[in-house]
């Protein structure tokens, strides 16, 4: 990991591609399980299908499987930033 951006997150050098489960859907984004303990966020622009924020309940559900991996992690208290690499999964 490198130096903290003026928002306190660090870009992550975990390449690790997560299957992870959808939890929570909001206006915002999706909080997505990445299976190990910990929950990340994919804020509503990256989502692939997603064209406005407040319709990300009309392309995800919970309980959807997503493929994503770290992009950054927040140095004090640990959120999670997360990129898309598969949705819907085939």
């Not at 959808?22 to 064209?51: A, M, N, Q, Y």
Request: with cysteine; charged share 30%; hydrophobic share 30%.
């Amino acid at each position: 990991m490198s130096e903290s951006d003026q928002y306190g997150y660090i870009e992550s050098d975990d390449e690790t591609v997560y299957l992870g489960t959808i939890e929570t859907v909001t206006d915002f984004g999706i909080f997505v399980d990445l299976g190990d303990g910990r929950e990340g966020l994919l804020h509503w622009k990256s989502i692939p299908g997603c064209k406005d924020s407040g319709k990300v309940a009309d392309v995800c559900k919970k309980g959807n499987k997503i493929k994503v991996t770290i992009e950054k992690v927040h140095r004090r208290d640990e959120k999670i930033v997360l990129s898309c690499v598969e949705f819907p999964v085939h």
